[in-house]
């Protein structure tokens, strides 16, 4: 069953209200309902990283021994909220620095801007950034004059930007969350595609569709995220774009009706002790889920949740290490006192255990052991 965006929403904030936190005793804890005030929201696990500009689907890289952080750009625009995500109108890029996690953050200012992009008109969701050969390159999806979403690339001379787009977008490219992994190789990959408002569910074998959306049956196999190797300028695919599989335990495809655990949005891959993990939002249901494969082609098999649901309706994030610590970059609407389409970025600890699982992080306080102090 499909539920509406205000249905979801409505949902989630009474899911938060009776869900709390388990103490040792295995007792639950009421948690307060988010209200539209900041004087009625329960306590986080961490302050935004930015409070003078909403941020959000925060990317973090280390370049130059530095944290890079490239998100998206919330501001209140004045349109409706829909299950399209029109709302979500962003229209400009900063990138942010830090030393270290917990110390100063500098805003870079403005890189890039939707009256930069020859082919953009509008709606610059979430983007990532790659380093090459010393340039640097900042992935992006908007829509074209046809209010279709592509991928484009910009390109600058250091981390920070600014950053100058190419004139078309990549070609053979759609959908919406570029995701660009450096493997120990030195092959990239962008890992790619959302559904809903990011127009997954129109693409077939690479191919539009059409307008009319077409999702298969909740008891077939869910849609699939999409990858393709970059070519050697960072500027092209290499390769016609693949369908990862998402399997379980059993082997057997996420299918479509399996909300808790199927692709949505929001793909982003790491490694560590050789596996590749494949790490990304379920949408609706609003968890960070994540697989685990061999190859960055996939398969991977499903494991676990990294982090439970945030407050807003969009759970996006990015996984770094630095220093030898690893992190989870994310965001939520607690500055915005709840608002789904200002959101702020966050940090936490992110923990592997010896078994190469992960720890599932609460962005609550009262849920978090992965507090991670501004």
């Known amino acids: 069953m ?65 944290i ?18 029109a709302h979500f109108n962003m229209k400009d890029y900063h990138v942010y620095s830090m030393d270290s996690v917990g110390g100063e953050v500098t805003d870079h200012g403005k890189v890039l801007d939707v009256e930069d992009v020859p082919w953009a008109s509008r709606q610059m969701w979430a983007p990532d950034a790659a380093e090459k050969d010393g340039k640097y390159y900042l992935y992006f999806p908007a829509k074209d004059p046809n209010d279709i979403f ?3 690339v910009a390109v600058g001379d250091s981390p920070a930007g600014p950053f100058t787009p190419e004139k078309e977008p990549i070609a053979g490219s759609y959908s919406i969350d570029p995701a660009v992994y450096k493997d120990s190789d030195n092959s990239y990959y962008m890992y790619f595609g959302g559904i809903w408002g990011g127009q997954l569910q129109d693409y077939r074998n690479n191919e539009y569709q059409g307008e009319e959306d077409v999702y298969p049956a ?72 994540y697989a685990t494969g061999d190859s960055p082609y996939g398969p991977f098999t499903y494991q676990g949740v990294i982090l439970e649901p945030v407050l807003g309706w969009t759970n996006h994030h990015s996984i770094v290490e630095h220093n030898g610590q690893w992190y989870l970059f994310y965001h939520d609407s607690s500055l915005s006192g709840g608002k789904t389409y200002l959101r702020s970025m966050k940090v936490a600890k992110l923990t592997h255990n010896e078994d190469g699982s992960i720890e599932t992080i609460s962005s609550f306080a009262n849920g978090s052991d992965n507090i991670v102090e501004n």
Not at 68 to 85: A, F, L, M, N, R
Not at 242 to 261: F, H, Q, S, V, W
């Open 68 to 85: 890079y952080v490239y998100p998206s750009h919330d501001w209140d625009s004045g349109i409706p909220e829909d299950d399209t995500g």
């Open 218 to 289: 909740d008891d077939e196999p869910a849609l699939s995220p999409m990858v393709a190797k970059m070519s050697d300028d960072m500027l092209n695919f290499a390769e016609d774009p693949k369908e990862i599989k998402l399997l379980d335990a059993d082997g057997n495809p996420l299918l479509t009706g399996d909300n808790e655990r199927r692709f949505f949005e929001a793909a982003w891959v790491h490694k560590y002790n050789d596996k590749y993990y494949f790490s990304y939002s379920t949408g609706d249901t609003h968890n960070i889920a």
């Open 150 to 152: 592509k991928i484009g």
């Open 2 to 66: 499909k539920f509406s965006y205000f249905q979801k929403s409505a949902l989630l904030i009474l899911a938060i209200s009776i869900w709390g936190c388990k103490n040792g005793n295995n007792q639950e804890e009421k948690v307060e309902a988010p209200e539209a005030s900041t004087d009625t929201l329960p306590e986080f696990a961490s302050e935004p990283l930015v409070k003078d500009n909403y941020t959000a689907d925060p990317s973090a890289h280390v370049f130059e021994g530095k």
